[in-house]
């Protein structure tokens, strides 16, 4: 079932998530809901707070970045088929030196900025069947993980921007709270009393 993906403004964005356990309910629907949400709006990335649950979990594919010509072969076919569920994750250490990549989000519409991140990641997390990992990931992947990761702590790509850059956003991050944009994926707006 495709579900609504939370607008920019929803509270809910900004909660920390809550660790999970295997009893926690519909889980596995839960899941293949967010694939399915995440797919029909071309995201490769999609957290729980964007589906307006406060809880440690977000899904990724990378498969639409692996036809990217500008990436070397070795990195597209690492990111092609990299398919992954990331329950109570938890990043250990960010190393490497900051690098800026032109992030977009499937809650804020229409807004695309370069943000600085850093270049490799220790993460530790469970997956579906609560089997425990501990990986590092550097480059893209890196950077998809980074970003979901952030909506579990509460934090948004436009939260990193330049000052002088969140003033000019601020009032198209106030429409896209409102529903005043065109989106061709189900949102659920803040500030708009009716869904569409
Ligand atoms: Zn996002």
């Excluded at 649950?53 to 990436?71: A, G, H, K, Q, Y």
């Excluded at 490497?96 to 370069?114: H, Q």
């Excluded at 943000?115 to 997956?127: A, C, L, P, Q, S």
């Amino acid at each position: 079932m495709i579900l609504p993906i939370v607008a920019y403004g929803d509270p809910v964005l900004r909660k920390v998530g809550e660790e999970i356990d295997q009893d926690y309910p519909k889980l596995k629907e839960l899941i293949s809901n967010m694939w399915e949400t995440m797919y029909n709006a071309s995201g490769v990335g999609l957290a729980a707070p964007q589906i307006g649950l406060p809880i440690r979990l977000f899904v990724v594919d990378t498969t639409p970045f692996s036809d990217d010509e500008d990436l070397s072969p070795d990195e597209q076919k690492l990111l092609n088929g990299f398919k992954k569920v990331f329950i109570n994750a938890h990043i250990e250490e960010e190393s490497g030196t900051d690098w800026p990549f032109n992030e977009g989000c499937l809650s804020i519409p229409d807004v695309r900025e370069d943000v600085n991140r850093k270049e490799r990641i220790r993460i530790t997390y469970v997956d579906e069947n609560f089997k425990e990992h501990v990986e590092t990931y550097d480059g893209l992947l890196a950077r998809v993980i980074q970003h979901e990761y952030d909506h579990i702590e509460g934090i948004l790509f436009t939260d990193k921007l330049s000052s002088l850059k969140k003033r000019l956003l601020k009032g198209r991050l106030a429409n896209i709270s409102k529903g005043k944009i065109s989106v061709d994926y189900r949102m659920r707006f803040p500030n708009v009393k009716k869904a569409r």
